[in-house]
């Protein structure tokens, strides 16, 4: 794809640092501008402690990724809750629609959502930055929550599930070491996966718990997604992607 686009483009801007190289490859002059994210999320930072034994699960944004992640959070929260005094999950959710989603997962599992909001479990509408901060570890749905998510710190175990079909075409089509970005950028698996069969409550559960209760493990995983997120570059993406634009409009060849 990249040596197809390569004939009809003239700039690519890249995110991501490990894209420059393989556009280049195709002969493609390409920049590496840095991610937009940074400036995005840096309005969200807040001054809080992360509290003791929070789990912060992000089961994703769509409703197919809630009915397949959900439940395999639920069950390794009840494991949890059941072998570690004081532990706590509070679930972010995207939407009403997806909330209510979560309520029928959890009430079929007679698991009904209690008052007040510090019991042991709990849905929040919004308010996944604040989460991700607050939480002591988390439990995170692949895709761009995981980048956040180490962008705020979080130690994490990152989850997918899809439909068997999709997962194995998708194992034909793509092939790449891990699937979270976060150990993507550091080529490395420095935040364990959880994928697909291997999406299991008592393994997840046993990761979550090693998160909570080792401080040296959690400021391990801390350092790693820090360089990660220096691997970022520095913010302002956007001035620099506008720059190089206006810098190539303006050069010889495009007069």
């Not at 793509?174 to 996966?193: D, S």
Request: proline share 5%.
């Amino acid at each position: 794809r990249i040596a197809e686009m390569a004939k009809y483009l003239d700039l690519m801007l890249c995110i991501f640092p490990f894209e420059q190289p393989l556009y280049e490859k195709s002969g493609l002059r390409t920049i590496f501008v840095g991610h937009p994210m940074l400036d995005s999320l840096a309005a969200h930072r807040i001054e809080a402690p992360r509290e003791d034994r929070l789990a912060g699960l992000f089961p994703g944004s769509r409703r197919k990724e809630v009915t397949k992640l959900f439940p395999v959070m639920l069950d390794a929260a009840v494991s949890l809750q059941r072998r570690l005094p004081g532990f706590r999950a509070e679930v972010a959710a995207a939407s009403e629609e997806l909330a209510a989603c979560m309520s029928e997962h959890m009430a079929a599992k007679n698991l009904k959502q209690r008052e007040p909001v510090n019991a042991w479990l709990s849905i929040r509408v919004g308010g996944a930055y604040e989460l991700m901060q607050r939480a002591s570890a988390g439990l995170v749905c692949s895709g761009t929550a995981t980048l956040e998510a180490a962008y705020f710190g979080l130690p994490m175990a990152i989850l997918y599930k899809v439909a068997w079909l999709t997962w194995a075409v998708g194992k034909r089509l793509v092939k790449v070491p891990h699937l979270g970005m976060p150990n993507l950028l550091a080529q490395r698996e420095i935040v364990r996966e959880f994928l697909q069969d291997a999406a299991q409550p008592e393994p997840i559960a046993d990761e979550l718990w090693r998160l909570l209760t080792n401080a040296e493990a959690r400021e391990a995983v801390q350092l790693e997604l820090g360089k990660v997120i220096a691997m970022l570059g520095a913010s302002g993406a956007a001035a620099r992607a506008a720059k190089a634009v206006l810098e190539h409009l303006h050069s010889p060849g495009m007069r």
